[in-house]
């Protein structure tokens, strides 16, 4: 009896070490952390592009060290990237001029882990020209766009195998600033909001903060209201939410400033906490504000300036969302363009668009100080870093 009691101990115990090992094997450990890398692939007025597609790295996770993988199949400046939560679709603008009878695009692609591919599934109109930037909503059946030249959002279904269908809701944007920049509306960024649901779009050359409601049954962007962002010539670029507390963050890229205030759930701005410079006072160096993120243990802030600064400015966010300033950092190239930080928060990615190369800094975990690596690594005419999560 005993021995039976022992044979069919040892087979349960034998049967949880099969099943261990059975895991282990379906999702191995790995070192690597895989992005794709948003590029130029024409010349135009402001660059140079010598990119030939969205290109696929992979970033050791211990030392920072970035590798190639793949190039996609390739369609025309794929600038601005965005990463489905599946893992298995990524979507590009392409930042372009479509001419008089035509408009810009919007490519979808499909990504093989096994082999790092990156697979052309087929391309939608932005409905504008030069679109610039996309994110995907909260929900995962919309890819939202903004376009540059024209200043329009759009809204675009996902549908079957992740391709994208053409779009069902368009939003012009209205009115201008002083600065030359802004003789029209010219949209940079739109996303939605994590917790709340609405969507937020920021217009560089109007000056304006625009609120939409995703309607995702009638698939619409339905307008709310739009917010004067002063001072007047700021030129928004780029937002960002905190996780954790109701404080919006707002890159001026004209003057170099960001912007700290409060909000409500429905995205009405209440009260300016804060207007920070990224340089120092007395530097009369042109800014160019670029790309802001916020660490994703929510203590850290970093924004990048380009034009003759090339720099990041790392901050630590204070009780009430005020910014300290902690250091400021030379890109080692020219025009910071993006930066990315890893999903585990240890290692930031610089893009240095004109110098062709990506940057890694290590981040310290207690004051977010950057610290060089030594890495750096030559990417054709970087532009936009995205993690595969």
Do not use: W
């Amino acid at each position: 009896m005993k021995k039976i009691i022992l044979l069919a101990l040892l087979a349960v115990f034998t049967a949880c070490g099969s099943k261990k090992t059975e895991e282990q094997v379906a999702k191995p450990e790995t070192d690597e952390a895989i992005f794709f890398v948003g590029t130029y692939t024409k010349k135009e007025g402001h660059v140079d592009g010598q990119g030939e597609g969205v290109y696929v790295y992979s970033m050791n996770k211990k030392t920072g060290a970035i590798s190639y993988k793949a190039t996609s199949d390739p369609v025309i400046s794929p600038s601005y990237l965005a990463v489905h939560p599946d893992g298995q679709h990524v979507y590009a603008v392409n930042e372009y001029d479509g001419g008089e009878d035509s408009f810009a695009a919007v490519t979808a692609f499909s990504y093989n882990p096994e082999d790092f591919s990156l697979s052309y599934l087929n391309e939608v109109s932005s409905v504008g020209q030069y679109p610039c930037y996309l994110s995907i909503d909260n929900t995962g059946k919309f890819v939202m766009a903004a376009n540059y030249v024209g200043g329009s959002v759009v809204l675009l279904p996902i549908i079957e195998d992740g391709m994208l269908g053409n779009y069902s809701s368009y939003k012009k944007h209205e009115g201008g600033s002083s600065h030359p920049r802004q003789d029209a509306p010219h949209a940079h960024q739109i996303f939605q909001h994590p917790k709340s649901g609405l969507v937020a779009a920021v217009d560089l050359g109007a000056d304006k903060i625009y609120a939409y409601e995703l309607d995702t049954l009638s698939q619409t962007l339905n307008y709310l209201r739009d917010f004067i962002n002063p001072p007047m010539s700021a030129g928004p670029r780029h937002m960002v939410f905190h996780t954790e507390k109701d404080i919006a963050y707002v890159l001026n890229e004209l003057i170099g400033t960001i912007e700290v205030a409060t909000y409500t759930d429905s995205l009405r701005f209440q009260q300016k906490v804060q207007m920070i410079a990224l340089q120092e006072p007395g530097d009369k160096r042109e800014p160019s504000g670029a790309a802001i993120k916020i660490h994703p243990n929510g203590k850290f802030l970093y924004a990048s300036n380009r034009g003759e600064i090339n720099e990041v400015v790392a901050f630590r966010i204070g009780e009430n969302g005020e910014l300290i300033k902690v250091g400021v950092y030379s890109s080692q190239g020219k025009t910071p363009r993006d930066f990315e930080i890893d999903p585990s928060g240890k290692f930031m990615l610089v893009a240095n668009q004109d110098t062709n190369t990506i940057v890694t800094y290590e981040i310290n975990q207690e004051t977010g100080e950057l610290i060089d690596t030594g890495y750096i690594e030559e990417v054709p005419t970087p532009v936009c870093i995205k993690f595969l999560n």
